[in-house]
């Protein structure tokens, strides 16, 4: 089948050829986001993919469907940029990844507090100037501390496990609690509220939906820990970036690691490196010594691109064979509001 790729990057090229060569479907690779603008990019196409930072809104999905688009394949987890409403409205056909390698995520979830806790950024600079000096390195034993883990799907339980190997007391919060899981690695399921208070590390990990949006807002910084240290690689809103900058400020959140960033889009995955960075709160967050942000790359390993590939290709292949879309995501399944 003709798939159109969209927001291709040299990786995701390299993957999907190597894929593809048990699926043969036509692949044609676009470099641009798929937003309204470049929609017209997928005239003749029955079928495009996408990636997180695409917006396939009302007019993206109307100039899709007018061009003949009847299969949406995003090559991610997330789904919060496709307005599922419209898909199903339009009779289009919404398919994603639901799991390729928690393990990816988990383990820069863990990179970015040990880098943060040891200072690793620093030290990589200091040292690379001669300069031996321990002075503002300190950091502290991650064995006995308390690490809350928000959302206890596959990469949240991922996580949790590596936590629980460093030694840590857990503290997991999810709508749907997994006693069996709990009693596995020793953890708690507590509300909200008693995860910010006791917790040394906090780590996202719900999907964004109206109802997480900006659960990490002034009221929920104000019930952490002073010091805390704050860890997102789940969705970029999922946190009022200003309210977290004030936090930062007064010294009440410790560090904060992000992967992802609520106004990422057009930004992370771009070389920006010539340019004038226009978004003010980013370039805030970036001035602080204990914020360490990654371009949302938790995801990237070998291991999960070679999985998103296949993924992706067999449920254009499912598609085009009129065969159940395993991995199909509809408007019903969207989960309602809820703290
Ligand atoms: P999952 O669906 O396995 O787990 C999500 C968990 O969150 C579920 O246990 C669910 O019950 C819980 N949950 C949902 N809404 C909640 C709420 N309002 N309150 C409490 N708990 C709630 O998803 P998975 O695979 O663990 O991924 C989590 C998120 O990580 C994805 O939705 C995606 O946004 C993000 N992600 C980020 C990546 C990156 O590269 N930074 C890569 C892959 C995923």
Not at 131 to 141: I, K, R
Not at 181 to 206: N, Q
Not at 254 to 273: M, P, R
Request: charged letters at 25%; glycine letters at 8%.
């Amino acid at each position: 089948m003709r798939l159109a790729v969209f927001d291709t990057h040299r990786y995701d090229r390299t993957a999907l050829e190597e894929a593809n060569v048990d699926f043969q479907h036509a692949l044609t690779f676009l470099e641009p986001r798929l937003v309204r603008q470049t929609a017209p990019l997928a005239e003749g196409f029955p079928a495009v993919c996408s990636f997180v930072n695409d917006r396939l809104d009302a007019g993206t999905l109307a100039t899709l469907r007018e061009g003949g688009v009847r299969l949406v394949v995003t090559r991610s987890a997330g789904y919060n940029h496709i307005d599922l409403v419209e898909a199903g409205r339009l009779g289009m056909r919404v398919a994603r990844v639901p799991e390729y390698s928690p393990h990816a995520v988990a383990e820069h979830a863990v990179t970015l507090v040990l880098s943060l806790n040891r200072h690793i950024p620093r030290a990589f600079l200091r040292v690379r100037d001669w300069n031996f000096s321990l002075d503002g390195l300190v950091g502290f034993d991650l064995a006995g501390k308390t690490v809350g883990v928000v959302g206890t799907g596959r990469i949240g339980r991922a996580t949790a496990r590596i936590f629980h190997g460093f030694g840590c007391r857990l503290l997991c919060h999810d709508m749907m609690p997994d006693d069996a899981f709990a009693r596995e690695v020793g953890a708690r399921y507590v509300p909200l509220d008693t995860l910010y208070a006791e917790s040394d590390v906090i780590s996202l990990h719900v999907p964004l939906t109206p109802g997480t949006r900006h659960m990490v807002d002034a009221r929920a910084l104000a019930r952490m820990k002073r010091g805390v240290m704050l860890v997102n690689t789940g969705r970029g809103a999922l946190i009022d970036s200003r309210a977290l900058i004030d936090a930062l400020k007064r010294g009440h959140v410790g560090a904060a690691g992000l992967d992802v960033y609520e106004e990422e889009e057009g930004i992370f995955f771009q070389d920006l490196s010539g340019q004038v960075l226009q978004d003010d709160v980013l370039a805030r967050l970036l001035t602080f010594p204990n914020v360490l942000v990654t371009s949302h790359q938790a995801f990237l390993t070998r291991e999960a691109l070679v999985s998103i590939a296949r993924t992706t290709l067999e449920s254009v292949r499912a598609f085009e064979r009129g065969e159940p879309l395993v991995h199909e995501v509809r408007a019903e399944q969207v989960l309602p509001p809820s703290r």
